[in-house]
């Protein structure tokens, strides 16, 4: 893993922070082009809702477990 690519991922360090109980697991499916982000492992939702940038969040209870980006490779911002 070069340099540069542990600096992708320590940019993931407010975002972790942030996080319920400072834990993010993340899976990109390419051929989907869906983004999930777990904040809890194992997560069994019980309900999720659709937000209008097509994002479903998903709810164990009252509490936000994770949340899944549809068309994530258009969210990224481009560079020259």
């Not at 893993?1 to 993340?26: C, G, S, T």
């Not at 051929?31 to 904040?39: F, I, K, P, R």
């Not at 479903?56 to 911002?77: N, P, Q």
Request: no cysteine.
């Amino acid at each position: 893993m070069a340099l540069a690519d542990i600096q992708e991922y320590v940019k993931l360090i407010p975002a972790v922070n942030r996080a319920p109980q400072h834990a993010v697991w993340l899976t990109y499916d390419a051929e989907a082009d869906t983004l999930y982000v777990n904040y809890k492992k194992p997560s069994h939702a019980t309900d999720s809702e659709m937000t209008d940038e097509d994002v479903i969040i998903r709810y164990e209870g009252d509490e936000i477990i994770g949340f899944t980006v549809l068309h994530a490779s258009k969210r990224l911002k481009k560079t020259a």
